[in-house]
């Protein structure tokens, strides 16, 4: 049977001789008269504890808590506000009991009124609005069941997640803030480590805490909604379940109490509770496997194959856990298993999805759609469940991703930053929300929250790590310094940023973003040393390096050099999964077109166009070698959907503007390049758009602007690129072409 207890504080499990009944005991243990004991629990916060009855409300308190409270608190009274003791008591009886029922009746009349209304105001002090963030701590298991560790708090979270009102913050999130707390991302989460997490986040306006106790065969669970700015507990709730079946069912009721004590109405919360009557109720011990398994799932891949066991075990116990499933379908599908190994179990999830919560339903409708390949299917079951629960993480997740593997990426945007907002101590996701505003909308002004955001979480431990962001985020202000047309200001952000990265150890020498840097300067020799550092003149990976640096330089004959090199060299130190892919892929295809490289461009393409491939950079390099064969008409076609997509635009439209000036299309050319010029703020999305890339495209319209009479703009663009380049190393080839340029001119003047 479970009773539903409201109360002040939680209890804890003390033995029964510790145990203080009715407020006769309670004050005589105090030493104080019954009406002073109630004055101290309204005004001084003194530890009773209620049990509410049919008829009646009842109070009692432990003897170690109304001590801990005394030496904390009564002292002072004892001090400031000195007391009669039992004669008041022997005098005042009748009268004492007269008021002391009368403050029963009144808070048990109060009580009533508050279940009856149908609806709760947030507790007070607490600014809990609509969608609001609550955290949730680890229970205290104070029965010695291990049964229930791990799981109190995530079954209290999986009710709670059923409104539309209060959003549960996810573990992923809570793992953000421990990374940049130096904690382990299993460290227990009490109430003190909660309250700093909700502080640090920022967005996150109460915590929950819990406790789980036993007496006999009856379990005693409490919550307290806590306000993280003050430390405070502000509201407190107990239930009774009789045996271990009935505890699910008590959280449940605990759950509806949380909700509708942080404002959500109590219609809203009745409508919920309809619709999860079909909604089956797993065991405790399937929901705390399913707990470590989704625990070790959230941590990446190498948590795949732990979580796979666990999640079957889960299924062993519990076949009808239709979550369990998906998750295990998902688990499957991240470690590369065949098709049928995953499939089987989305579908058993998919047929089993009736018996789950509205939540769990959409969410397991999208993965099966993922799986099956069904985009459109998929989208429609994310964005309905989004529409119910908008701050649901992996919906969101799930549709940037979708969105943008279907060519949508104004709308993938929209999710990007979404997922940005839901994890706002997450570095990736503050990194790709601005390079994606930058991007796709061109959109600095708002991308610059997200990279102060991202700046902001640069703490000496996550720059140590040496990811790729790490180190963007770590130079962006050199960026930004060389978008600004400011080359001095550069140097001294690169010395800077160096200085950072010798102080702290950072692991990786080669920092291809730094020879970026350089090489839009142009001091070539830097960038060389910077890109190569740590590898040997035999090594391919060397050899690929400076290919690909003299290729975003247009530096023909190096690039050519580099690659036969490369292709004759058999010590092989870069043989990662990463070096194979892009030495393999279509880049390596645009390589060997542009050195001459034709059959053998050819032949890789055609292993990368099966089947066919939609993938961007491949049809630029189909483009590339339909150009360098003279097919000029099909190179504009290929290299025109390159564009369209967005990606290499710098690169895409130098082959764009050479195959149309070979058409004698020379507007078209040019009106290319501008456009492309016109972009220059996507220096700072680095993976493709680079300084010295972009300085190329202005050479090239500066060039076409001479050819077309426009020698007015032709100049200015000149006068950009000196300016860019005046820390340039003498024999950089755009200088070299400048400074033939400038000759030619002269001598056309003295004609």
Known sequence: ML?????????HTEPAVDRLDGWKEIAAYLRRDVRTVQRWEKEEDLP????????????????????????NRGTDLEQNRPMDRF???????????????GVVLALLAGLLMWMDIGSSSNPEGLSFQERDWVLIADFENRTGESVFDGVLEYALEREISNSQFVNVVPRERIEDTLRLMRKPLDTPIDRALGREICLRDGGIKALLTGRVEKLDSTYLLSVQVVDPSQGQAIATASAEAVGQKQVLSALKELSNWVRQNLGEKLALIQESERKLEKAATPSLRAVQLFTEARTLFDRGRGGHGPAEQLLRQTLEIDSEFASASIWLAWTLLNQREPFDEYINHAEEAFQLAATTSEQERYFIH???????????????AFEALLG??????????KLATLYKETGQEKLALTYRLRLADLRPTHLRFQFAAATSLIQVDGDLMRARPYFDRARNLLTPEVIREGEAPVLNILFSPALEAWLSGDPQTVLVEIDGALQTVERLGIPNPRLTLLGSL????GQRQRARRWITSGLD????????????????????EAMTSHLRQFLQSGNDSGSSTLFRRITSGPRMAIFLAESGFLTESETLLTQLERPPSSDPLTQLARGVLELRKGNTRESIQFIENTLKEGSNPYLSSLFLSEAWSQEGELQKAVQVLKEASEKKYLVLVPSTNSPIRWLRVRSALAKLYRETGHNEEARAIEEELRKHLAYADPDHPILRQLDRTKELASLDSER
Request: aromatic share 18%; hydrophobic share 40%; proline share 5%.
């Open 388 to 397: 119910l629960y908008p701050d649901h993480f992996w919906a969101t997740h």
């Open 87 to 101: 004669p008041f008591w022997e005098k005042n009886k009748k009268t004492t009991i007269g008021i002391t029922m």
């Open 518 to 521: 350089y090489a839009g300067l």
């Open 48 to 71: 009773i504890q209620r049990h509410l009855h049919s008829r009646l409300g009842t109070v009692y308190a432990y003897k170690p808590e109304l001590d801990a409270w005394w030496n």
């Open 537 to 556: 003149k035999a090594d391919r990976w060397y050899h690929w390096l400076l290919a690909a640096m003299a290729h975003n330089q247009g530096d023909l």
């Open 3 to 11: 009773r539903f207890l409201p109360g002040r504080q939680a209890r």
């Open 366 to 380: 999208g993965s099966y759609y993922w799986m099956k390949d069904e985009p459109d299917q998929a989208i429609h």
